[in-house]
């Protein structure tokens, strides 16, 4: 069955850690890959998108994630957290199939910064 | 500019009431998307508008009722909700190309029926 995964359900990092937060998608051919930020209460944000070509993808607030074929994965990454990246994050995806985009969101990681 | 409105920002109502959601876009996109989320959870789609068209409705219960009066606005009218209607409900939009698409999202709409 077409899914996507996110198996870090919470994340607790220290301001300035690095972070790293898991997708992987199970789909027959590989999938358009999105990352969305979601602050409490708020609506979603898009962070990046991979759709072909270079398989690091470089968003907005300092994240940047890869895309590995081999490993169905689609992992967000930040060098150095703050505070102010407390928030939920969404891995999406739409199927490569050609027709009307339908995103599929995954469970989703909430991310918790201590000072 | 990728900014998607919506208002109200917050919504109470009764389960006898009828009310309407709004949003608006102004990027040229072509199609428009209700999602409906619930705490902690993922966003879950509701409805598609795909040039001003209903596209797809994901099994949603008549008493939501989306309306695209153009192409720039989409609303969502209820009407005799139940409490478990409560949620945040999200408007998005996007050029509508297939596949490679983005959808770019409002702040949403945190509806509460008592």
């Known amino acids: 069955a077409q899914s996507v995964t996110q198996p870090d359900i919470h994340i607790t990092v220290s301001e300035g850690a690095s972070l790293e937060l898991r997708c992987n998608y199970s789909?027959?051919?590989?999938?358009?890959l999105f990352w969305y930020v979601q602050s409490p209460g708020q609506g979603l944000q898009l962070l990046l998108k991979y759709f072909s070509g270079d398989t690091l993808v470089q968003g907005i607030k300092g994240f940047e994630a890869e895309f590995k074929r081999s490993q169905s994965s689609f992992n967000l990454r930040k060098p150095s957290v703050h505070w102010s990246d407390a928030a939920e994050y969404f891995c999406a995806v739409v199927p490569n199939t050609g027709t009307a985009s339908k995103l599929t969101f995954g469970t989703g990681t909430r991310l918790q910064v201590t000072l | 500019d990728t900014e998607v409105t919506q208002t109200p920002k917050h919504l109470v109502m009764g389960m006898t009431n009828k009310k309407s959601l709004k949003c608006e876009q102004h990027?040229?996109?072509?199609?428009m998307y209700w999602y409906k989320q619930k705490a902690k959870k993922p966003p879950e789609l509701m409805f598609v508008y795909s040039y001003e068209k209903l596209s797809i409705n994901e099994s949603v219960p008549s008493r939501f009722s989306p309306e695209c009066p153009n192409s720039s606005l989409l609303n969502l009218h209820l009407h005799a909700l139940q409490p478990e209607d409560s949620a945040l409900y999200l408007c998005?939009?996007?050029?509508?190309?297939?596949?490679?698409?983005?959808?770019?999202f409002g702040p949403g709409t945190r509806l509460t029926v008592l």
């Open positions: 990027m040229g996109h072509r199609a």
């Open positions: 789909y027959g051919a590989t999938p358009y």
């Open positions: 998005a939009s996007s050029q509508e190309r297939p596949g490679a698409d983005t959808q770019y």
